[in-house]
Each structure stands twice: as C-alpha cells, then as structure tokens.
C-alpha cells in the first residue's frame, strides 16, 4: 500500500539564514507537529544542503542532501518584484522536486515550511478521501511567534505556503531532476498560488479542506516572507483603525492558545 501523504520540508541554504539557530530551533517544532499525526501511514523528507546542522529527527523522516548555491537575491529589494519571486520560486522549487523524485511511492503530497504547523488529522482525512484530487486549505490559523492568541485567517491558501495536499499524479513529476524545466519548477513546485491555479484550469481543482488544516508561524526574525508582527499585521496599523468594522472583525477571528490546540498543531503531549 502507498503511502497516504508524504510531506515535503524544503529548507534554505545556510548562507540564506540570519539565524540558523532559529531555523533550527523552528524546524524542530515543525517535526513534532508532523510526527504527531494520528494516521501513522505518513512519510516526511526534509531537502537541506550538503553541511546544514539539522535536529534529530524521529522515524518516518528522511533527509536528502543537496548542492545548491544560496539564492543570491534572498534579501534583495530591487523594483523588479517578478524577479525577486521568481528566484524564490525557483530556489524553494527545486528542492521539493528533489524530495518527491525521492519518494515518488504516494498517494499525496503536502509541502510544509520549515516553521509552520498541521494539524494531527490531516493523513487520517487523507485516508477517507483516497480518490480525491487534493484539497487547499482555506482556512487555517495565524500565529504570532511565542504568543498566546491565534488568528483564523479565511483565506489562508493564498497567503502560507503550507496549504495544499495534493494527488501525487497530479504533479506529473518528470523523470529526473535534469528532464524538468524552470517553469515546471517555479510553477509546479515553487508557488503554492499558481499551481492551484493551474490545476483548476485542467479540470482537477482542490478541494476546500472542511476544518483549519495548517498553522502559519509570523514575525520570527527568520521568517521566509519577511512577515510582521502579529499584532501590527491585525489590530494596530493605520488601516485598520480607519475602518473599525474590520478590526471588529479581526477581534471576531481571535483563539487562545490552549492545551487542546498545542496537542492538535503543536505535537504536545
């Protein structure tokens, strides 16, 4: 029997991290939250370069070496923002080809950033729904690094990389590394937006995941997307208090971090 889901944690190079450390300390929550599935029928592969310090890692993980350089335009700001996105893409992208050419034996695949969170149900929904396309997660929680208060976040698929579950056919994986193309990969692999988009256009669309699948960790220091402050992002900004039926709202969107919740996203026992 294949593997229900296998996750796929793509990590940066080192020349790429302020705080390895942090990175580190992230990834290793990352880990827990995977390993604590319900569903034991999981498979993860983390792709880091060739001399990256990483965590233990418990069973089910693997971890695939690479040589890639570091993204030479990871803190550039120039005006050209394609550019700047495109070389993300293609930096993140090729490292989850490498790990599902990898572990080409399952059934779905699920991207998940170095420092986010899933919840523990997510193979167990997998393994009832075996003949679906995938799904996004449209909904899910926003956490502010270290906080006790959680944020739903309504359309989160377009916002946090770890988001889509998808059939592993449906990414119609080329034959080598050498044989896919950058568009493939900056596509395919790298943007979690477009490849939604293109699957829907082919008339194999996700569906929307029924509960709160994910967790996107914000306004770390490391931070892929160089967010903000949880609180700053929210509630205080110049935006919002002009308009205050939408911070109302966001009051309205407001969880606790609790017991329940750390067991459910967090791993904890």
């Not at 310090?53 to 990871?74: A, K, Q, S, T, Y």
């Not at 997998?126 to 906080?147: C, F, H, L, M, P």
């Not at 994910?214 to 700053?232: D, E, L, M, Q, T």
Request: with cysteine; charged share 20%; glycine share 8%.
């Amino acid at each position: 029997m294949k593997t229900f889901v296998t996750f796929i944690i793509p990590v940066r190079h080192q020349d790429n991290s302020k705080n390895w450390g942090l990175l580190k300390a992230n990834l290793t929550q990352t880990i827990a939250s995977i390993a604590a599935q319900t569903n034991k029928n999981w498979r993860a592969v983390i792709v880091a370069n060739e001399g990256a310090d990483l965590p233990d890692v418990p069973d089910g993980f693997e971890i695939v070496r690479v040589n890639f350089p570091p993204n030479l335009m990871h803190d550039a700001q120039g005006n050209d923002k394609e550019v700047f996105y495109d070389a993300f893409r293609i930096d993140k992208g090729r490292r989850v080809l490498k790990g599902m050419l990898h572990a080409r034996e399952t059934a779905f695949y699920m991207i998940v950033d170095d420092d986010d969170f899933v919840s523990n149900g997510l193979v167990e929904f997998v393994s009832q729904n075996i003949t679906a396309n995938g799904w996004k997660i449209n909904e899910g929680y926003i956490w502010g690094d270290g906080g006790n208060l959680l944020f739903i976040h309504h359309d989160f698929a377009n916002f946090c990389g770890t988001s889509l579950i998808i059939r592993s056919d449906l990414y119609h994986l080329p034959d080598s590394f050498e044989s896919a193309t950058d568009e493939y990969i900056k596509t395919m692999l790298g943007s979690h937006v477009r490849i939604g988009q293109i699957l829907a256009a082919k008339g194999t669309p996700l569906a929307s995941l029924p509960f709160r699948g994910a967790v996107y960790r914000i306004g770390h220091a490391g931070a892929h997307s160089k967010s903000p402050k949880f609180i700053n992002l929210y509630f205080f900004n110049k935006y919002l208090i002009l308009r205050p039926h939408k911070l109302l709202r966001n009051l309205f969107n407001l969880r606790f971090v609790d017991g329940a919740f750390k067991k459910k996203y967090f791993g904890a026992t």
